[in-house]
């Protein structure tokens, strides 16, 4: 099994495991870190909607809760008949950490989409920003 079947697997067993009473739309990422751990997350919903955390960030919290600060790969795994793309405030919070993330976006006939972060987030703001910053 490659580096790639192995995150996509953990991305569609952590799926299972969503908490989504409301969207019934269930999620799962799984996380590659430099170390070569993986973290999983799932979609966790709540009564006020806002409240909700996506599985991609669920991911990357608690790996950063962790330690962990350096990250290779990122799969996702979604339903449905389209293939699930990480939502824009995942991408800026996944770029804080892996601008340079490889991501694997699992689809729904077990074809997996390879592409970066960089391509998903182009012209990010990102930290280089705020150093140029006067205090
Ligand atoms: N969701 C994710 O977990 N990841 C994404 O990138 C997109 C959306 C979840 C949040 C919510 O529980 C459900 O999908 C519907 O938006």
Redesign the pocket.
Known sequence: MTTEEALVAAARAAKARAY?PY?H?R?GAALLTQSGRVYTGC?I?NAAYGC?M???RVALFKAVSEGEREFLALA?A?EGERT????GA?RQVLCEFAPELKVYLAGPGGEVRSLTLAELLPCAFGPAHLKEAKP
């Not at 699930?84 to 939502?87: R, T």
């Open positions: 989504v969207s739309y999620v979609n919903e909700t996506c599985a991609e996702v979604a699930a793309s990480p939502c995942c």
